[in-house]
């Protein structure tokens, strides 16, 4: 079965750190991965995609990572913001299809 | 540009009560999209459609409707609410699934509480 799965569930970091979170899939094969990040009581918004033959994209201060040998996609948001604190959500598209798998979400909480 | 909007932002009903969510966008996106959105799970299909008079069912289709007799909107019907239905709903938008890298638009979302 398709899943898509992230970790950790929660991450409360100090304002100006930086961190990682982590998707793993089990998607194959797959179109592309995105992240999106959505702000409580927001819906989701795109912060970065990369097709099955990228293995990194850059947006701003958001880092995102894939290593389709292992199934692996990471989001580094460095030098972290109050206004990062949101949930980061990992989206898989498989192939020959339209309809997207979503993870169950990064819940990032920064405090000053 | 308003982009995609949903109404009501807060609904709170009764267990039976026909209930329909509004989905509105203003860029002529052929595909529209109805999901949930449950603690512990990531986002679900329920209905989508691929233009104007062309709906199919996502992967919890059971105790919802969906109609979309204009391009603009996409309302979704919970004929008689359930508990169960408690949920966030999200409607989305995409111009094209032809393209790799499409994407898809979110609404701001409709929380529903059903009592």
């Known amino acids: 079965k398709n899943q898509v799965e992230q970790s950790p569930q929660s991450l409360i970091i100090l304002e100006g750190k930086n961190c990682t979170l982590q998707c793993n899939y089990t998607v194959s094969p797959f179109s592309n991965l995105r992240w999106y990040k959505q702000d409580t009581g927001r819906g989701p918004v795109s912060l970065t995609i990369m097709t099955f033959s990228e293995n990194t994209k850059s947006n701003g201060r958001y880092t995102a990572t894939l290593d389709a040998d292992t199934k692996q996609s990471s989001l580094h948001i460095t030098a972290s913001q109050l206004s990062d604190s949101a949930s980061y959500i990992c989206v898989v598209r498989p192939t020959g299809g339209f309809k997207t798998i979503f993870g169950a979400g990064t819940r990032l909480f920064v405090k000053a | 540009d308003a982009g995609i909007t949903q109404s009501p932002r807060y609904k709170i009903t009764e267990t039976g009560r026909q209930v329909t969510l509004m989905c509105h966008q203003t860029?002529?996106?052929?595909?529209m999209f109805w999901y949930r959105q449950d603690l512990g799970h990531g986002l679900r299909l329920i209905y989508y459609s691929a233009a104007a008079d062309i709906t199919d069912k996502g992967e919890v289709p059971d105790g919802y409707v969906v109609s979309r007799s204009k391009t603009e909107n996409f309302p979704l019907t919970l004929e008689s609410a359930t508990r169960s239905q408690t949920s966030v709903y999200f409607c989305?938008?995409?111009?094209?699934?032809?393209?790799?890298?499409?994407?898809?638009?979110f609404g701001p979302g409709t929380r529903l509480t059903v009592t």
């Open positions: 860029w002529s996106h052929s595909y």
């Open positions: 989305a938008s995409s111009e094209s699934l032809g393209h790799l890298s499409y994407e898809q638009y």
